[in-house]
């Protein structure tokens, strides 16, 4: 079974500091990993996917598969990226189910 | 572009009365929705896939006859919770996936928090 590990409820930092969320999953064959965000009052929304390999908002995040990470990174924090962070993992793509993790909510600092 | 609507997106309700919660993708045909569930302060659990036209594919330790749903268009998929209990209070979440393009991804809903007294 997958599963998908967050292992920090809150991640508090300053503004322009560098913000790494840390993501691990479990799973046996080749899966695709999702980030998603969720601002205060508002929908679950894509964030970026591993496959896509491109920068959303500033933030990256690269499949390491020997260590099973999928770390969101950024370089400079912005009081605007204070928001709770999902990290999934589909087996086969977008389409199919998503295992969520529990969550890390980033709080920026000024 | 590709809009998930829910309604209602607050209901509360008494033990033992049953509550139909809507997800509708607004401007695109949804192949396939899911339905969640999310405790407070806690992730997201998948209860359920279901497919335009046939039958819910539920996950484990969800009891179907309890949580009925319902994809009768590409558009729409009815979730109903059966004789509520305090219990079932939650927050649900629908998300809608059209597979193609810029759709091949799951666009969520805003959720709709039930509370059953």
């Known amino acids: 079974a997958q599963r998908v590990t967050q292992p920090e409820k809150l991640l508090s930092v300053f503004k322009g500091a560098p913000v790494e969320l840390k993501c691990n999953y479990s799973?046996?064959?080749?899966?695709?990993l999702f980030w998603y965000v969720q601002y205060s009052r508002q929908r679950l929304q894509l964030l970026l996917r591993?496959?896509s390999r491109e920068s959303i908002k500033g933030f990256t995040a690269d499949l390491n598969k020997g260590e099973t990470s999928f770390h969101l990174k950024k370089p400079f924090a912005q009081e605007e990226d204070s928001a709770m962070y999902y990290c999934a993992l589909s087996p086969t793509g977008g389409g199919n189910k998503l295992t969520f993790g529990t969550g890390t909510q980033l709080k920026v600092e000024l | 572009g590709a809009v998930v609507s829910q309604h209602p997106s607050w209901v509360i309700c008494k033990s033992g009365t049953s509550v139909k919660i809507e997800c509708r993708s607004l401007?695109?045909?949804?192949?396939?929705m899911f339905w969640y569930r999310q405790f407070p302060k806690q992730s997201l659990m998948l209860m359920a896939t279901?497919?335009?036209?046939?039958?819910?594919?539920?996950e484990q330790g969800v009891e179907k006859d309890k949580f009925l749903i319902n994809h009768a268009s590409l558009t729409l998929s009815t979730l109903t919770v059966t004789s509520a209990h305090p219990e079932d209070s939650s927050f649900y979440i629908c998300?809608?996936?059209?597979?193609?393009?810029?759709?091949?991804?799951?666009?969520f809903g805003p959720g709709t928090r039930l509370t059953v007294l």
């Open positions: 998300s809608a996936y059209a597979g193609t393009g810029t759709t091949d991804t799951q666009y």
């Open positions: 591993h496959i």
């Open positions: 401007d695109f045909q949804a192949t396939t």
């Open positions: 279901s497919n335009e036209g046939s039958k819910a594919t539920y």
């Open positions: 799973y046996s064959g080749s899966p695709e």
